[in-house]
């Protein structure tokens, strides 16, 4: 993929993270996608899990931040989001989405209703709902998850599909 064609998907990823939707990403729109997830599993904040929430929203942040917020001003542009997205996955695809893991890690352990370490495709499908995931596409993407067709996605589904999400070329709607 070249790099045009990379920045272009990456530009389109912006708008994921931009939470409040401001034309910027910072702390506030992590905590703001925290706080979604919690109400969504009616999970307090002050919990083990919520606290696991939010630490893991944190070490995203701060992750996503030392990648691309270039002038240090604690906020992501996106132009800052292109050329620091792009570099890293040029650099290091699976580094991008080891950056998640600590957030996905808890999303993961709250959305689990039965404890056993993975969530099933309608658990998954309320995650992404939550985090801003167009409605009508979020049934699909929860079952892609299913990358083994268990009926269950784990982690290391969740981290490969996180990766993928970035570096893999989609035709353009």
Not at 71 to 82: L, P
Not at 91 to 107: C, G, T
Not at 140 to 156: P, S
Request: charged share 30%.
């Amino acid at each position: 993929m070249d790099r045009p064609e990379y920045e272009h998907k990456i530009a389109r990823r912006f708008a994921s993270f931009d939470q409040d939707g401001n034309g910027h990403i910072s702390r506030e729109d992590f905590n703001a996608a925290a706080a979604a997830v919690l109400a969504e599993f009616d999970t307090a904040a002050r919990s083990m899990k919520g606290q696991a929430l939010y630490d893991g929203a944190e070490a995203f942040w701060q992750g996503m931040a030392g990648m691309a917020d270039r002038d240090g001003d604690q906020r992501i542009t996106r132009e800052e989001f292109v050329s620091g997205a792009v570099k890293r996955l040029r650099d290091n695809s699976q580094r991008f989405a080891e950056i998640a893991r600590p957030f996905l890690h808890a999303v993961l352990a709250i959305a689990d209703s039965d404890g056993d370490g993975a969530v099933t495709p309608g658990e998954a499908e309320r995650v992404l709902r939550v985090l801003g995931v167009d409605s009508g596409a979020c049934a699909g993407v929860a079952a892609a998850l299913d990358t083994d067709g268990d009926g269950r996605i784990a982690e290391t589904e969740i981290i490969t599909a996180f990766a993928a999400h970035f570096t893999t070329p989609e035709p353009d709607a």
